[in-house]
């Protein structure tokens, strides 16, 4: 393609963007796609000769969108949002554009100073002291094993990165018993074992309970083995709990244990002054990350990594053979030594559209219209004589069920099932489901940046409808 073609082609794809968000609720928010359906429209081979822009163009709109899952549809209300902002996808255009790879600060200067002054900005606008070292990583899955590697290395003094783990002794990690699989996936990562991660029994709020994590801390050590790490969780997956961060970090301190906290989506809210609570203690924390890439308007992918102990992290990860030695040395940030990767696309820049676009306010708004979304529609559920809520919801998801009268507790599960599967298949609004002590629970998180008070209106609508007329 030569680049008159890149520049029309450009200028029409540009033109459809701005379409497809302006009428994204005509497309149905999940699409009604069987499994292999877009595979058998592909073709099986290669082609030999160049196509035309015109002819892909086409069989994307043709073949590859009817098959998507609309996440910036304002009905999008599953899992957790993955926000996306024009001011972002500008920013994206731009760091494709420009593809550099950002491994050291000599590979790209801008992008790794630009790396620390916004991450020093989202360390400030979140309340995180100044002793903290921001990085950006891809997830929030790659921050706790980063966490992991680190709390491994430094109790051992840096030794284990050498000689393995072998005669290392039992690692034993802790989180509380709603914590997000990805602790699980990152200690079997840093070799430390899942059989070694104690699940922390909750208090009637899904909370850590700090004093069964003492005891188990206290067992271990009485065994033998080594605390490493404790996980803290500000926002569960399953249904928003917030561990009590103070009371685990002096515990941990007590013990010498790592704290790392696992913020990834309530973590945007702590740019609002009234959720600072949150992070009462945070500085007996050793790690800290949220993703803006969920609820801060900032395209995937974009996990925001703190840390306090930065000599720590490079002495764990750095690797230095002669073709990536430069002149700088360490008088410089050189993000490869951060994090497992060696390349590194240039995120900062979205984060910095993003915060300057909308400014502080502009993304205290959009999370506390969110927040105030979630409770205005939870107090709504919550006044309905045949339906339930099932957990406290302190920000903006909340997890329910129908509960009619007459019927009993064992054909709740299927009933509610059923009502969340007629959901879903009106491809009106998508919503995801889990369970709260053993219940079948219907979970809805409010964060696109299209939702507006009508379509949380229209939302409650629908599920009144599908629940009351599902047998
Ligand atoms: C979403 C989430 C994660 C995983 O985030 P990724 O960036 O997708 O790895 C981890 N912890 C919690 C609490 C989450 O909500």
Redesign the pocket.
Known sequence: MNLDDFRKNAHRLVDWMADYLENIEDYPVKPATKPGEILARLDEKAPTDPEQMDDIFRDFQEIILPGMTHWQHPGFMA??PANASPPSVLAEMLTATLAAQCMSWQTSPAATELEERVMDWLRDMTGLPPGFHGVIQ???????LVAFLVARERLNEFKTNHSGLDGAGRHCCYASAE??S??DKGIRMAGLGSDNLRKIPLDENFSMIPAELDKAIRADIAAGHKPTCVVA?L???SLSAIDPLRAIGEICRKYRVWLHV?????GSALILPEYRWMINGIGLADSF?F?P??WLLTQF?C?AFFIRDKAALIRSFEILPEYLKTREGNRVNNYRDWGPGLGRRFRALKLWFVIRSYGITGLQDHVRRHIDMGHALAKQVEKEPDFELLAPNPLALFCFRYHPENISEDLLDSLNERIFEAINDSGEIYLTQTRINGKYAIRLVSGSPWTTRQHIDKAWQIIKDMARKTK
Not at 138 to 144: C, L, R
Not at 262 to 266: E, G, N, S, T
Request: net charge negative; glycine share 4%.
């Open positions: 899992y957790f891809d997830s929030a899955s790659t921050s706790m914590v997000h990805s602790t969780t926002g569960s997956t696992d913020a990834a989506w309530a990350v993703n890439h969920k992918d996990s």
